[in-house]
């Protein structure tokens, strides 16, 4: 908002025109020019402080703030006095850089497919993504707090990024256009490799894009697209049920089982025989069984089932990038309460329900059960890496390690399989109201896990059929890369 001041001479000017609207000097009402002489000089002063603070504001932290905040120009003052800075990927490669004289005023090499993470520089629009982000530093601005002064401006800076540009394009192309996202990261540090999203649009055709709703362009799914996760899930499932003594055999009938009286039948895929329903852990995992997950859900109550989720930080925003007030972070997920309805945590354990999280939740959650049970943050600028955070014991994660081995090399997972190269994964088909989500995430090499790939299709189908062959590729190009 604007300072106090600035408000209170708004006040006073509403006031002047309110009172010269209902003064009267023909006999009646307020006589002479005392009224009228005291206002006009009430708005002698505001023309005078408006002059200050568009003339002269660039003195006071007040407009600064202001300015930040509210005015997303590329061709602002304090964005024109100097050259802007670039965009480097992790490897030295321009992202985006400055293009004096332009309509766009920089120029991207990536183009539509690195839209959602690189963001635009329009002049109807603003400023977008990490242009927006990081546009202080881009223009040698100090941080917020700190008082701006023209004549004395610092360098702009380039700032380097984890993308890989050329994964981010194999990423894209490798969507073909279906609305769906790619998220690639390094387990061991966080660096996101690629974030893609489609469908996109070239910024030249962004206000097209801004006016349309079909197929949403411009959302970013990998890190604000809510989708229900399915069998892909079913990692923090049984991370939880072994975290709680609870994930031993169950006996999963083929004609299905409901977790309480006007409750819909939970089936599986592939049922198995009546004569022989009991499941353990290995076999449900690599078959990917929904009713043995929903039993351990039940089994480890609905309490620590969403104690969990909330320590894990499934319902917190993640946040990938950050310079001053501005950041890049992921919508939160949505974990319903289940006080009301205790027995809904059935359906949550195989990752359905009202159960919702990007896919950025999905890699960060691979990421942690790869890396031993923990996190470091994902991030987008190649800097000091953050602090990791635990989320589950060595022992629980080595173990969930060894089911999603286990799903490559007999289960749903097993089109993933690399030669010589040991690939964790699992698959997910997402139930909708219309055809289903195709999910598919992994790691690899198993030992010393370094890459992280997770694809989501909307309407895909199948993961194994849609979702898995574009993870196995990606997966493929990433390790050559990432080593």
């Known amino acids: 908002m604007p300072p106090l001041t600035h408000l209170v001479f708004l006040a006073l000017f509403a006031a002047l025109l309110c009172a010269l609207g209902c003064c009267r000097t023909r006999g009646r009402g307020w006589r002479g020019l005392g009224l009228p002489f005291f206002f006009a000089l009430l708005f002698a002063g505001l023309l005078l402080h408006q002059a200050c603070w568009q003339l002269s504001g660039f003195g006071s932290l007040g407009f600064q703030k202001f300015q930040r905040r509210y005015d997303l120009r590329p061709a602002t003052l304090e964005r024109t006095a100097n050259r802007r800075g670039r965009l480097l990927d992790r490897n030295g490669q321009v992202l985006s850089q400055p293009k004096p004289g332009t309509r766009w005023g920089h120029e991207a090499p990536l183009g539509e497919a690195g839209l959602h993470p690189i963001g635009y520089s329009s002049r109807d629009y603003g400023l977008g993504g990490l242009l927006r982000v990081f546009d202080a530093r881009l223009c040698g601005l100090p941080p917020p707090g700190e008082k701006l002064d023209l004549l004395q401006r610092r360098a702009p800076e380039d700032v380097t990024l984890t993308l890989d540009s050329h994964l981010q394009q194999l990423a894209y192309d490798a969507l073909d256009g279906r609305p769906g996202a790619v998220v690639i990261l390094d387990p061991r540090n ?81 049922p198995h025989p009546a004569d022989d329903p009991m499941l353990d852990r290995r076999t449900a995992f690599a078959e990917s069984s929904n009713i043995w997950f929903a039993k351990a859900a039940v089994a480890c109550t609905w309490p620590r089932f969403q104690a969990a989720a909330e320590r894990v930080g499934l319902a917190d925003s993640l946040l990938l990038a950050r310079c001053g007030e501005r950041t890049l972070a992921t919508a939160p997920g949505s974990i319903p309460d289940l006080s009301a ?89 997402a139930e909708t109201s219309g055809k289903d989500h195709a999910w598919f995430t992994c790691f690899a090499p198993a030992e010393k896990p370094r890459v992280v790939v997770t694809v989501l299709i909307e309407h895909g189908g199948f993961g194994a059929a849609t979702a898995l062959p574009i993870a196995k590729r990606l997966l493929r190009e990433a390790l050559e890369r990432n080593k």
Not at 194 to 217: D, F, H, I, K, N
Not at 415 to 425: S, Y
Request: glycine share 10%; charged share 20%; hydrophobic share 40%.
């Open 190 to 270: 966080g660096e996101i490799l690629a974030l893609a999203s489609a469908p996109a649009v070239r910024e030249e055709r962004l206000g097209e894009a801004m006016r349309s709703r079909a197929q949403a362009p411009l959302l970013n799914r990998a890190t604000h697209g809510l989708y229900p996760p399915g069998s892909v899930f079913k990692l923090f499932t049984a991370a939880l049920a072994l975290e709680c003594g609870k994930a031993g055999s169950y006996a999963c009938p083929p004609k299905g089982w409901a977790p309480g009286a006007y409750t819909k039948p939970i089936r599986d895929t592939h």
């Open 341 to 429: 309805a205790p027995n809904r945590v059935a359906y949550l354990g195989f990752g359905q329900g009202k159960l919702l999280l990007t896919p950025l939740h999905i890699a960060a959650l691979t990421a942690a059960i790869a890396r031993d049970g923990l996190l470091v943050p994902p991030h987008l600028e190649r800097t000091v890496p953050p602090a990791p955070k635990r989320l589950w014991s060595a022992p629980i994660a080595n173990e969930v390690k060894a089911l999603m081995r286990a799903s490559v090399t007999s289960g749903t997972s097993r089109g993933a399989a690399l030669p010589k190269i040991a690939v964790c994964g699992k698959t997910g088909t």
